[in-house]
């Protein structure tokens, strides 16, 4: 049978967290010996001093400090509970929050986002779009369900979906083509480079070549194409979204020596699997099943 309670482990981590036990009575809203209590109490169970008093001050002894550090993955554990229980006393969720990232296919999410809505009419989809790190911090603070990003996380489940090739690129009429030979990075110095912000607030990642002297900063993917269509620069784009216009002479490779193809596995990131409700984890499924026949870094 537990000697301790949930109780005391909460009242003894919200001393540790307030720096005294007056403190921790104004923000659990509890009296000051009720908290005195249950720690004394969890004290006497464990045979140990938590706290010991300095003048004014409450400080964790050596013991106290090993304790609040198991108190804590106790109480986070019991909190992760809670919620998965509250996750299946609501059943199908009101709302599925999906970030992806501007470079994945749309299409593909769109696809399996309509068979979701087929199933579950009722639920409401709010799609972020992200780039570079701005899927993963979302998902990080709690502001969306799941996200696909072309970066792991940290702490979280990590299911890759594909790999897809960036390629440079420019409109047919760029000078780069007038040139009419082999490119090498010092050709694409002299001339402007379209770039992607990160979305991120926290993170500001860069991604791939930026050594042109001239450089633009957009906020998407879009509308980088959107630049480079009008012949206003070059840049990196993810081939399932420019293939159309690659096909039609709009676009072209640029003839780079090396680099001119790169590729980026991209995952679907969540950080708790129980915590998903029905419509997020047919959303899971449907988008497997999708991305199938595309690549991973497994057949490369």
């Not at 020596?257 to 708790?272: E, I, M, T």
Request: aromatic residues 6%; hydrophobic residues 40%; negative net charge.
């Amino acid at each position: 049978m537990q000697k301790t309670t949930l109780e005391q482990w909460r009242m003894f981590k919200s001393v540790a967290d307030a720096g005294g036990f007056n403190q921790a009575s104004s923000q659990v809203h509890k009296s000051q010996s009720s908290i005195h209590n249950a720690v004394s109490n969890l004290e006497a169970a464990l045979g140990i001093k938590l706290f010991e008093v300095s003048g004014r001050k409450v400080m964790l002894t050596e013991a106290g400090n090993l304790m609040l550090r198991r108190g804590q993955y106790l109480l986070d554990e019991v909190s992760r509970i809670e919620d998965i229980a509250n996750t299946l006393s609501k059943g199908v969720e009101t709302e599925l929050r999906i970030a992806v990232d501007g470079a994945f296919p749309q299409n593909v999410v769109f696809q399996a986002l309509e068979k979701v809505s087929a199933m579950y009419p009722q639920v409401n989809i709010d799609i972020v779009d992200t780039v570079l790190s701005g899927t993963n911090e979302l998902i990080q603070e709690g502001l969306v369900d799941l996200g696909l990003s072309a970066f792991r996380m940290n702490n979280a489940l990590n299911d890759e979906i594909c790999r897809i090739e960036f390629i440079a690129i420019a409109h047919k009429n760029h000078p780069l083509h007038q040139l009419n030979s082999e490119l090498t990075y010092d050709n694409l110095k002299s001339y402007r480079q379209i770039i992607v912000r990160d979305s991120a607030l926290q993170t500001n990642r860069d991604s791939g070549w930026l050594g042109a002297e001239q450089r633009w900063k957009v906020g998407s993917i879009r509308a980088s194409l959107d630049l480079i269509t009008q012949g206003l620069g070059f840049a990196w784009l993810p081939m399932p979204m420019i293939s159309e216009l690659v096909d039609d002479g709009t676009l072209k490779r640029l003839p780079l020596k090396n680099g001119s193809l790169r590729s980026s596995s991209f995952y679907l990131n969540f950080k708790d699997q129980d915590k998903l409700g029905p419509a997020a984890r047919e959303f899971i499924g449907e988008l497997r099943l999708l991305t199938l026949d595309m690549p991973t870094s497994e057949e490369h």
